[in-house]
């Protein structure tokens, strides 16, 4: 059959137009937008002034803005390794189990990463709240004394990134359980043969082939909780929202307390640079590891 | 180098019984091939061996030494997998010297027995390479040579050379062979294709259904095969059989053919209705009239040697070999003679009853 190329390109186009024109509009164009308006003097709504690169000179010296970062750094430093190691030592664990006992165990881990965020808001409330939190209960059957979790700077963060993990580790679980099934058993049988003690087959063998799932896991992690927001948020009602200020929610507060959207949009470019520089050193980190294979 | 013994092993796979109270003793030194249909158990029963499968009842001495509780690493023994198993991440050196670290040998010493493995197989260029820059010949080699470093008591192959193509299983075939005359190690090798048994082990052992069907030596088990199913499972192309009524006593035996052709033989049998089996190398294409004759149907030429597929007048099908320069074709009448020494008689439990 003779292939007419021109109506063939024709159809493609027709087909990708719906995307590219969706993607323009709601991608493409706030992020150029966003960029504009960061040197702009603009409030929320509108545009304002051209300021040059005022907003960007101001934040060296903007306290928040440092609070800010070093608290998200912090947040992500609590919860990307430790998140992921969690996830690791439980899909380890669920792997040794079979049949349905297996899937109930990985259902009931999985179960958290479903819940929606004010859900788990309400959950962990219930349990740490300072008045009639299930644990400052135990505190006092302990004969310790109660502490504010979330009203304390100390414990703000920690506790925090303790739920998150709790929350958002059933995804990581199933990566990695994926991950450990495409091992072949063979490979085990093998090491057993060899007299390979349990720590050296984890260390020799589990841990080099499973690398390439635990880099995608960082990175997935990495990402998601340099944009921590919803959980620091709902925390902070009723504490300290200025001391446990995050990236995002510092964006948050210049747009939508103070009505300013270039400044805003200036502390927004510089988290996307941020988390564009260090997904691509996590990328050049992957590659290396893959050539040292 | 070390005797293996198994007494009355069985094993089941939740209600299912795999293995049913097999005993058997491999002598230090020998080569013994494991050979059977999928599965009749061959597998599961080389694994209870390596460890790899727990042994339900019964015992197993490696050595003279108890084995069965032991984990696989402390039975002294070295398995090669039918898909090599090997360590995707590490060189070919590191492949082979791991287990020896594991054990926390010395670091020469280590050395100096992967680089006598590799002169052995040949393979001193690959060491640094990974299995995936292995073509599958040389990653068999390299599963081959993690074993050859332990100096076990003994080698377990499963099913080695079913992932290597046809000329390359042939080569591999010899030099396995060879391995073992020079290093006279016991070796247990498991496999479904009946000519690596034939070629490579001292004695057979055959399964079927869980359970040894026979042990011999190569040419015991062709010759004398204890059953119909050993019979049928051991050659290529695989014996003829045909309804056969024996009648008479002493020497005037004669068996009857569905055709009504009447063969004499010899054997110990009281008369009643048998399976008469013959190989096609004791059929014999001759000039004249003989035992019986029946209708070519297909020919097929070989060069060293024609098989003629035949049918007799009772619809019977029947194998015949015969020489490489044959003038038989198909649609041909053609005369047989049955070679009586070589004639095996199989009542209804399968058993063999054999010519003298």
Not at chain 1, 90 to 107: D, E, F, N, W
Not at chain 2, 331 to 356: E, P
Request: overall charge neutral; charged content about 20%; some cysteine.
């Amino acid at each position: 059959m003779l292939r007419n190329t021109k109506k063939e390109w024709l159809i493609a186009y027709i087909l990708v137009a719906p995307f590219v024109a969706i993607y323009g509009l709601i991608f493409v164009y706030p992020t150029v937008d966003m960029f504009i308006l960061s040197f702009q003097d603009a409030p929320l709504i509108g545009t304002g002034d051209f300021v040059g690169t005022e907003n960007y000179e101001r934040l060296p010296r903007d306290r928040r803005f440092n609070t800010a970062f070093w608290n998200t750094a912090y947040f992500v430093a609590l919860t990307v390794i430790p998140g992921t190691l969690v996830a690791l030592a439980i899909s380890l664990g669920v792997t040794r189990l079979s049949g349905r006992l297996q899937s109930l165990v990985l259902a009931l881990f999985f179960l958290p990463y479903i819940l929606p965020v004010s859900v788990v808001f309400r959950i962990w409330d219930w349990t740490m709240n300072f008045q009639f939190g299930i644990a400052m209960h135990l505190l006092d059957a302990l004969g310790l004394e109660r502490v504010p979790v979330f009203q304390t700077s100390t414990f703000f963060m920690p506790a925090v990134a303790f739920v998150t993990i709790w929350w958002t580790c059933g995804f990581s679980v199933l990566l990695f359980l994926a991950g450990l099934r495409a091992i072949p058993q063979e490979i085990y049988e093998a090491a057993s043969l060899d007299n390979t003690s349990r720590w050296r087959t984890f260390r020799h063998l589990t841990w080099p082939l499973l690398w390439p799932i635990t880099a995608l896991v960082l990175t997935i992690q990495l990402i998601l909780q340099l944009k921590i927001f919803d959980q620091v948020y709902l925390f902070s009602q009723g504490g300290r929202p200025n001391d446990n200020l995050v990236m995002v929610y510092y964006i948050f507060q210049r747009a939508f307390v103070n009505n300013q959207g270039g400044r805003a949009a200036a502390i927004a470019v510089v988290l996307f640079i941020m988390v564009i520089i260090i997904a691509a050193l996590n990328f050049q980190l992957m590659r290396l590891s893959e050539r040292n294979k | 180098m070390s005797d293996i013994a198994l007494n009355s092993v069985t094993k089941s796979f939740g209600g299912v019984k795999v293995i049913d109270r097999i005993s058997l003793e491999v002598k230090s030194g020998e080569f013994v091939v494991f050979l059977g249909p999928s599965g009749s158990g061959k597998s599961t029963l080389l694994r209870m061996i390596a460890g790899l499968e727990t042994i339900d009842e019964g015992t197993l001495t490696i050595g003279g030494k108890r084995s069965e509780h032991l984990a696989p690493g402390q039975r002294d023994v070295a398995m090669v997998f039918q898909n090599y198993a090997l360590y995707p991440h590490m060189t070919v050196r590191d492949n082979m010297a791991f287990g020896l670290r594991n054990i926390r040998m010395d670091k020469d010493k280590i050395e100096e027995r992967v680089q006598t493995a590799a002169r052995i197989l040949e393979m001193d260029a690959l060491l640094d390479r990974r299995p995936a820059q292995l073509s599958g010949g040389q990653r068999q080699r390299v599963a081959i040579g993690r074993a050859i470093v332990k100096e076990p008591a003994a080698f377990l192959f499963d099913e080695p050379l079913s992932n290597l193509d046809a000329a390359l299983r042939v080569r591999t075939r010899v030099e396995l062979a060879e391995l073992h005359q020079n290093m006279k190690s016991t070796m247990i090798y498991v496999t479904h294709d009946q000519t690596e048994a034939m070629t490579l082990a001292d004695r057979i052992v055959i399964l079927n259904n869980c359970r040894i069907e026979q042990i011999g030596s190569p040419m015991e088990v062709y010759l004398k095969p204890a059953s119909r199913f050993v019979a049928a499972f051991v050659g290529s192309p695989g014996m003829n059989f045909l309804k056969a009524d024996l009648s008479g006593r002493g020497a005037e035996q004669v068996s009857t053919l569905g055709n009504g052709a009447r063969i004499a033989l010899q054997v110990d049998l009281p008369p009643g209705a048998y399976e008469l089996g013959i190989r096609p190398e004791a059929i014999q294409v001759t000039p004249s009239p003989a035992d019986t004759s029946g209708k070519a149907t297909v020919v097929e030429r070989l060069g060293d040697r024609t098989l003629v597929h035949l049918h007799l007048d009772d619809g019977t099908e029947l194998i015949a070999l015969d020489g490489g320069l044959s003038e038989v074709r198909p649609g041909d009448t053609v005369h047989l003679k049955f070679d009586t020494s070589q004639l095996h008689l199989f009542d209804d439990d399968g058993m063999a009853h054999h010519a003298r």
